[in-house]
């Protein structure tokens, strides 16, 4: 019902919005659209994560994540730029996270490792158009579904500081696809470039 309710909300406001001339209605419009738009990104990212394979498809194909992961993971550990790597199922679940990662977002691996990606990083509340995770949420679903890197435009996306603060960011993500010797996604590895100082600057 909590689905249903957040799709006809998102095409009745998408249909207002067109309609609006008066510009604190259009405001107006655009914040509730980025709301319900947020919100269904969130339950689509908890039930059913990334990987559009249907769930007994899922379970009735064996892989062995382990050793795909240690494929490439000296690699990733070592390098210097950001990296976090996703289990692509419901959660959407943090799997592994490299230093230059933790650095950029002010975390630690401990506090983050197994927990949901938007648990981790959800949007500012403070900001009432913040997409991050609605557009994060749509490249990591394209890059599932498509089995290719999907490159996202520069993206608003605040994370919060050491002390819990929100701070504004600015960032060029890249998602791609992991897979194992048999094509089947494995997880989903996030690259970013913090370009704050590039936009803000």
């Known amino acids: 019902m909590k689905r249903f309710i957040c799709e006809q909300n998102i095409a009745n406001f998408r ?4 309609e609006a001339s008066d510009p604190a209605k259009r405001t107006a419009l655009e914040r509730l659209l980025a ?12 039930e059913i994560g990334a990987d559009a394979t249907p769930i007994p498809q899922q379970r009735r194909q064996p892989v062995d994540a382990a050793a795909v992961r240690d494929e490439f993971l000296p ?3 070592h390098s210097p730029h950001p990296y976090l790597l996703l289990d692509p199922g419901p959660g959407l679940r943090i799997a592994d996270v490299n230093a230059a ?11 983050i490792l197994g927990k949901s990606l938007f648990d981790v990083f959800p949007d500012n509340p403070d900001d009432a158009l913040a997409d991050g995770v609605n557009n994060l949420y749509s490249s ?7 089995g290719r890197p999907h490159a996202m435009a520069v993206q608003r996306y605040d994370i919060r500081d050491a002390a819990g603060k929100f701070v504004e960011r600015h960032w060029q993500p890249i998602n791609a696809p992991i897979h194992d ?15 704050t100082d590039q936009v803000v600057g």
Do not use: I, M
């Not at 990662?101 to 506090?111: C, D, K, P, V």
């Not at 089947?184 to 690259?191: A, D, I, P, Q, W």
């Open 140 to 146: 990591l679903r394209t890059v599932a579904t498509t």
């Open 75 to 77: 690699h990733f550990e």
């Open 101 to 111: 990662y933790l650095t950029a977002t002010f975390t630690e691996r401990g506090a």
């Open 35 to 46: 709301s319900y738009n947020r919100e269904l990104a969130l339950l689509d990212a908890e």
């Open 181 to 195: 010797a048999q094509g089947k996604l494995v997880f989903l590895l996030h690259h970013v470039e913090d370009v």
């Open 15 to 18: 249909r207002l919005l067109v």
